[in-house]
């Protein structure tokens, strides 16, 4: 039994636990070259090509908004017909779930005086969160997302999590 994590986007993260939660692999896939439709057929060709038939499949959800929506909507659909077609059963993460399950709300600071994390910011917050909750670390922040969704895909089999913010985000995705 492997548990897959996929954080769809240009580069697209991909990580496989085992039972116990070790990383059997975390990478990024990225297609071949940078022109469109042949750039999102074959990195959606890898993706499904390292799926094995009883994975449990944790995929992120459509991006709220992106500066390529076509590219992302074309990519999570392909993704999500790809598995269809496959007979492959995944849930559906909100992207500000995945965030949650490592207890990050994307503010900082006291309240009164909270201020909003952005970009980088946000994206080193959700790593050092990984970091500190699983030991688990890599220097794509997309790896790390589809970590956290290895993670989640695992929770929900083994129905065991440590935080109550971790079992609120399997509540809302089951």
Sequence with gaps: ??????????????????EDGNVLRAKE???????????????INDIVA?????????????????Q????AGGLHHGIRNELYKRKLKYYEV?????????????????PGSKKRLKGAAKKRAVMNAVE????????????VDAYILAEIARSLYIKKVKHDYQADVLTKIK
């Design 94 to 110: 909100a992207p500000n779930a995945v965030k949650k399950f490592v207890n990050v709300t994307g503010w900082e600071g006291e």
């Design 29 to 43: 896939l990225t297609g071949i070259g940078d022109k469109d439709p042949k750039r999102m057929i074959t990195l």
């Design 1 to 18: 039994m492997r548990f897959i994590g996929i954080d769809p986007a240009s580069k697209t993260g991909f990580v496989a636990l085992d």
């Design 50 to 66: 390292h799926l094995q038939p009883q994975d449990v499949i944790s995929i992120e959800g459509f991006p709220f908004s992106t």
């Design 68 to 71: 390529k929506a076509m590219f």
């Design 132 to 143: 500190k909750h699983f030991g688990f670390t890599h220097p794509s922040d997309n790896v």
